[in-house]
């Protein structure tokens, strides 16, 4: 499984950007999704997951509201819709994929992209 994550750039605070993560080398309709972030010096955490359907969807209690996961599997790609930017969202961006149950635990994501860099700036 290869994840290829962009998007990322500089916006500023209130700005809106949209991630992209393209899959290859698997049957990207039966994998759960997810998006994760991690800022300097903090830990790795999720942002938000997708199913396979497209009919479940989970957010952060810190982006709720503002970000919106979605899918295209004609396109084999996961987006990530992220509004009402704030300096607290600056961090690494990483699409990953697993190939089973509903998680928003990062280990049990085994399938990841090498992460999009947002800056947010105030």
């Known amino acids: 499984v290869q994840l290829q994550a962009s998007g990322g750039g500089l916006v500023q605070a209130g700005g809106s950007l949209r991630l992209s993560c393209a899959a290859s080398g698997v049957t990207f309709s039966s994998y759960l999704m997810g998006w994760f972030r991690q800022a300097p010096g903090k830990e790795r955490v999720i942002v938000g997951i997708?199913?396979?359907?497209?009919?479940?969807?989970y957010y952060a209690d810190s982006v709720k509201g503002r970000f919106t996961v979605s899918r295209d599997d004609a396109k084999n790609t996961v987006y990530l819709q992220m509004n009402s930017l704030k300096p607290e969202d600056t961090a690494v961006y990483y699409c990953?994929?697993?190939?089973?149950?509903?998680?928003?635990?990062?280990?049990?994501?085994?399938?990841w992209g090498q992460g999009t860099l947002v800056t947010v700036s105030s």
């Open positions: 997708i199913n396979w359907s497209g009919g479940y969807t």
């Open positions: 990953a994929a697993r190939n089973g149950g509903t998680s928003t635990k990062t280990h049990e994501y085994k399938n």
